[in-house]
């Protein structure tokens, strides 16, 4: 069974890049079909898809936070990994990485809390 895990610091300074890895068991990210994402939720508030990469590579954002995000991902360690720029303290919230076939989010990280503070 594919067990998910982010990784990264809870603390990031305004104006910083936010940097977190979600490390993949039990299955290889670069199996046919299988688009893995990060979304995240704000205090207070529903979850917001982020963007994924897919088995091929290839990557998608939600459009309003494209121009801050990168997913990225390293086949030889078994991870992803999400990158959003020019943080605010907006973007405070837990960070989840995902697997998703189907159009169904089927696996989940724990998340993790990312606090953006001075």
């Known amino acids: 069974q594919v067990q998910l895990q982010e990784s990264g610091p809870g603390l990031v300074k305004p104006s910083q890049t936010l940097s977190l890895t979600c490390t993949v068991s039990?299955?290889?990210?670069?199996?046919?079909?299988?688009?893995w994402s990060w979304i995240r939720q704000p205090p207070g508030k529903g979850l917001e898809w982020m963007g994924a990469?897919?088995?091929?590579?290839?990557?998608y954002y939600s459009p309003s936070l494209k121009s801050r995000t990168s997913i990225s991902r390293d086949t030889s360690k078994n991870q992803f990994t999400l990158q959003l720029s020019s943080v605010t303290p907006e973007d405070t919230a837990v960070y989840y990485c995902?697997?998703?076939?189907?159009?169904?989010?089927?696996?989940w990280g724990q998340g993790t809390q990312v606090t953006v503070s001075s």
């Open positions: 995902a697997r998703q076939v189907a159009g169904l989010f089927g696996s």
């Open positions: 990469i897919a088995y091929s590579g290839s990557t």
């Open positions: 039990g299955g290889s990210i670069t199996t046919n079909y299988y688009y």
